[in-house]
């Protein structure tokens, strides 16, 4: 049965950082990009990080570069969120997909994962 399970949501400050944990199981990661989403009340939902399993090549949105690092060991996928901004705060979910190929901004379509974990609050105040 594959399973992804998101954790690691929560409060922080501006200016914090959370780290989100997405444990995953029953498929082999290896032949998956996993990405993180997320989705903000009113607003669509938004690709934020990906990674290539096999790889480790990553992407990320531009609204996240230099500040969120995604990383994986073993079955479980990591977004590291630095420098938090009243921006970022948003249901945050991890999904995976298989694709031959994961060319240009492919990535940020959630039709292209097959795979969701049920979601985890980040939110940022004071």
């Known amino acids: 049965q594959v399973q992804l399970v998101e954790s690691g949501g929560g409060l922080a400050q501006p200016g914090g950082s959370l780290r989100l944990s997405c444990a995953t199981s029953?498929?082999?990661?290896?032949?998956?990009?996993v990405a993180w989403f997320r989705q903000a009340p009113g607003k669509e939902r938004e690709g934020v990080s990906w990674?290539?399993?096999?790889?480790?090549r990553t992407n990320y949105a531009d609204s996240v570069k230099e500040r969120f690092i995604i990383s994986r060991d073993r079955n479980t996928v990591y977004l590291q969120m630095n420098d938090l901004k009243p921006e970022d705060p948003a249901v945050y979910y991890c999904?995976?997909?298989?694709?031959?190929?994961?060319?240009?901004?492919?990535?940020?379509?959630?039709?292209?994962?097959?795979?969701w974990g049920q979601g985890t609050q980040v939110t940022v105040a004071p």
């Open positions: 990674i290539l399993a096999a790889s480790e």
């Open positions: 029953g498929f082999v990661l290896d032949a998956y990009g």
């Open positions: 999904a995976a997909g298989r694709r031959r190929s994961w060319s240009g901004n492919v990535w940020r379509r959630a039709l292209e994962y097959g795979y």
